[in-house]
RNA sequence: GGAGAAAUGGCCGAGUGGUCGAAGGCGCACGCCUGGAAAGUGUGUAUCCGUCACAAGCGGAUCGGGGGUUCGAAUCCCUCUUUCUCCGCCA
């Protein structure tokens, strides 16, 4: 979330720059700042009466050491009407405060300047593209979900019965080239600078709203409603809650770490062509990359974020594209995004295989993620980022789709030595 | 799952109702000492909020979390969480 003295100090800026989000913020800030005003004049009201109390109380303590019991009983009498005070002005603080809080949860990070204005994912600007789109012989034109059968690579029935729609069986050289790419990606961003985790699948409450996707999106998170638990929808949020109420000296950042996870989503709503085969699922692999930088370095992280992810689909040699994400189609918590797609052959059509945010300190704040600056006082929240790389499902529909020939499909030559095969026949 | 013990600052560790945000040690930072370093020595060393100039000063809060008793709680009570020991179970 934002801080509250940002929305103080930058009104007009919260307002103006949110409507590039399609987001009218204008009532939440009022309110906000409104509410913050009554925090204060009741903040000031309970620390008077605590302020009292505790010089009372003191002098209760060295009349009882000197012995004069009686003069200490008649200021307990004093003591009774300002503990009431106390009472009643702590339990109004206490309700101000998390209606205040529950008012700032609702503003969503406000974009990057850079951000273009646009309402939905045809309003993105595509920054570049790289790859050779292949040519496919009509005689070798089979979605994935077809070669996923015809070769025995992937099972959807068979993750019906076990589980439900979304939950697919990897078989064979299936699973096999599943668990080369999760590897090869692995290997790519520690050589890239990222240490590995392997994160919990399962977070708490406290982890689910560090990184936002509590409150209100948690339609999109499987709940074990039992241990009132989340089962994750990306490596993010486990990775980055590493460093929830954490404060790092400067000289420990940047921070990059790299984490393969299965990911679950309930994706609720979604239907059709989109859900086909591999390209909406509910529980899928992903590796991802996690950066906890300074504010003004952020960007420059971002950067080499979104240029390491580009190798990685440069060296599986699919075609790609860069999207820098219009203010409609970014999410509630991002400053900036770059979406990666890549094309897919047979169903002729462009998938999201990541997507690269700069969170600035929306989530620091969230998480109390700061960092010590040498000579100054006060701490600063971090910057956080982070980025896919990659997500696995689509990675492997455009490698089985654009690799097809009559004899087989192609394996990447960077996955060889990970796969332990060439070709899929 | 059952029984018991514990949770204090970056770390170790005192503190069982009053001036304790917390002794002492270690670590760290700066200074002195030294040709340089070590040793020695001095000073400093949590976070948040309010007032204010995001200064100083002042006030408030925080000793695992939440609640309670009390004029007053790190210290007493309840509860939750976590850790350790023993038993059970298990990959």
């Known amino acids: 979330m934002l801080t509250l003295k940002f929305i103080q100090e930058n009104r007009k800026t919260v307002i103006d720059s949110l409507k590039v ?58 003591s009774t009407q300002l503990k009431e005070n106390i009472k009643v002005f702590t339990s109004r603080l206490s309700e101000i405060e998390s209606e205040l809080h529950k008012l700032l949860v609702q503003i969503p990070n ?44 992937i099972d959807f029935e068979l993750g019906v019965k076990i589980t439900g729609a979304g939950f697919p069986v990897y078989k064979g050289k299936g699973a096999r080239l599943q668990r080369a790419l999760i590897n090869f990606f692995l290997d790519e961003n520690e050589k890239a600078g990222y240490t590995e985790v392997l994160p919990p699948l399962v977070v708490n409450e406290d982890s689910g709203f560090g990184t936002g996707q509590l409150p209100d999106k948690e339609g999109q998170m499987y709940h074990v409603t039992e241990d009132n638990l989340y089962l994750i929808p990306t490596a993010e949020v486990p990775v980055t809650n590493i ?24 994706e609720a709503g979604s239907y059709g062509k989109d859900v086909r085969g591999l390209n909406r699922l509910h529980q899928f692999d992903k590796v991802e990359i996690v950066a906890i930088e300074k504010p003004e370095r952020s960007y420059a992280m971002l950067d080499s974020m979104v240029a390491h992810v580009e190798t990685l689909v440069q060296k599986l040699s699919l075609p790609y594209r860069i999207l820098k994400l219009c203010g409609g189609d970014m999410s509630f918590t991002s400053a900036l995004t770059f979406d990666f797609e890549v094309y897919s052959a047979a169903q002729e059509r462009w998938l999201e295989v990541s997507s690269v945010s700069n969170f600035e300190s929306y989530q620091a704040n969230r998480l109390k993620l700061r960092y010590r600056i040498e000579g100054e006082k006060r701490n600063q929240l971090a910057h956080t ?25 192609q394996i990447p030559e960077v996955l060889v030595k990970y796969c332990g095969f060439n070709v899929i026949d």
């Not at 400067?250 to 989503?265: G, M, V």
């Open 385 to 409: 980022l982070n980025g896919s790389a990659l997500a696995l499902p689509r990675i492997m529909a455009a490698i089985l789709e654009n690799n097809q020939t009559e004899k087989g499909i």
């Open 243 to 266: 460093y929830r109420d954490v404060i790092v000296s400067e000289n420990e950042l940047p921070i990059k770490n790299t984490a393969y996870s299965a990911c679950f989503r309930r």
């Open 110 to 153: 406000i974009p990057h300047v850079s951000v273009p204005v646009g309402k939905c994912d045809t309003d993105n600007e595509k920054i570049r593209e790289g790859g050779v789109m292949p040519v496919l012989a009509d005689s070798a034109k089979q979605p994935h979900w077809d070669l996923a059968k015809q070769y025995d690579l």
């Open 21 to 78: 989000k399609n987001f009218d913020a204008t009532q939440l800030v009022d309110a906000i700042l409104e509410k913050d005003e009554l925090r204060k004049k009741t903040q000031q009201q309970q620390e008077e009466c605590q302020a009292q109390m505790n010089t009372i109380s003191k002098e209760i303590g060295m009349l009882f050491k000197d012995g004069k019991a009686q003069e200490a009983n008649a200021a307990k009498e004093q």
